[in-house]
């Protein structure tokens, strides 16, 4: 198996002084030392760190490659989303809380507000996730449609079995495997930045913590008069990097609840709703009298279609054909 995030590698190596040191700058600061108890027994490792860094969080893949453990202070600042994809953990934090995972089926948050202490198997590797406080709360309260100013107080253990934990590992690998590929989301700003905040979205409603169950609750739709306000911004702000965020705060409502409006009202979500718009515009183009100069995907990439083949299956669902045959047909 390839290993994910290879295409920005920060650090391979055998030090332990290198290792923290990487690890620090990326992640948090930290005390690391072999885990003499799991069978360390000098300071040579085979830590891969891979890691990528944008503004909802950072996401990267992490292996020592030797017993290790790590005790962390609390970072005040961010979040810590472990999910162990090969190998075993054991973990505890300050408040006495215990949780152990193992291979695609476990987890653990480390909170902003607690010491947490590691120790890892040699052939532990964890997909990391970096989250500001900013970030996460807010998102969060964009989802309640009001404002969160504390702490987050995620379950310690993530379950990876559940539902709801699968499509959080799914995510975050599909996430990971999305900004590897060549031409992918690394070079997609606006279709990164909707893929993380699904992830954030996963996140909140894989674990326990004291908003999910108003989060799991269905919620009202709203007035149609709110909605409509909402469907002219979005046609009017069709090329700008619309967010259901975004969408929200227009018909100040929350995500859930404008997510809720466009189910009852169209029978689909609000990007979607927005794919079709854009779609339209992409079509209007073609049809219009383009000048021959300008490629098919420059067209689409202008209102937001940044994959070329799955812009292509989009395009046919919606009007019947290839957007390459409406060209033909149109300057034929």
């Not at 996401?59 to 979040?79: D, K, Q, V």
Request: with cysteine; aromatic share 6%.
């Amino acid at each position: 198996m390839s290993v994910p995030l290879s295409s920005f590698p920060v650090l391979e190596t055998g030090d332990l002084e290198q290792a923290r040191d990487a690890v620090t700058r990326v992640y948090l600061p930290h005390e690391l030392v072999p885990d003499r108890a799991g069978g360390g027994s000098g300071d040579r490792l085979g830590m891969v760190l891979n890691a990528i860094e944008d503004r909802n969080f950072t996401l990267g893949f992490l292996t020592y490659g030797a017993p290790t453990r790590l005790s962390m202070p609390a970072t005040e600042n961010c979040y810590h989303v472990n999910l162990t994809i090969r190998g075993r953990t054991h973990a505890d934090r300050q408040d006495g809380k215990r949780a152990k995972t193992a291979a695609r089926s476990s987890g653990v948050v480390l909170l902003p507000d607690q010491l947490n202490r590691v120790r890892w198997t040699p052939d532990a590797e964890q997909l990391i996730l970096k989250i500001p406080r900013t970030a996460l709360e807010c998102h969060l309260g964009g989802l309640l449609g009001r404002p969160v100013h504390e702490v987050v107080d995620f379950d310690f253990q993530i379950d990876l079995t559940t539902p709801r934990g699968r499509g959080l590992l799914a995510s975050v690998e599909f996430l990971a495997a999305e900004l590897d590929r060549p031409g992918g989301l690394a070079d997609m700003p606006l279709a990164r930045e909707q893929l993380e905040a699904f992830v954030l979205t996963q996140l909140l409603s894989a674990v326990g913590h004291r908003w999910a169950d108003e989060l799991h609750r269905p919620v009202e739709p709203a007035r149609p008069g709110r909605l409509r306000a909402v469907v002219e911004y979005m046609e009017s702000n069709a090329d700008d990097p619309l967010t259901p965020g975004e969408l929200a705060r227009v018909g100040c409502m929350s995500v859930r609840t404008l997510h809720a409006s466009f189910q009852q009202a169209f029978g689909e979500s609000p990007m979607a709703y927005l794919r079709r718009i854009r779609l339209d515009h992409v079509r209007a183009e073609l049809t219009g009298g383009r000048d021959p100069d300008v490629r098919i995907t420059d067209v689409a990439m202008r209102w937001g279609f940044f994959h070329p083949s799955r812009f292509a299956q989009q395009y046919r669902k919606r009007f019947g054909e290839l957007p390459s045959a409406t060209v033909r047909r149109c300057t034929g």
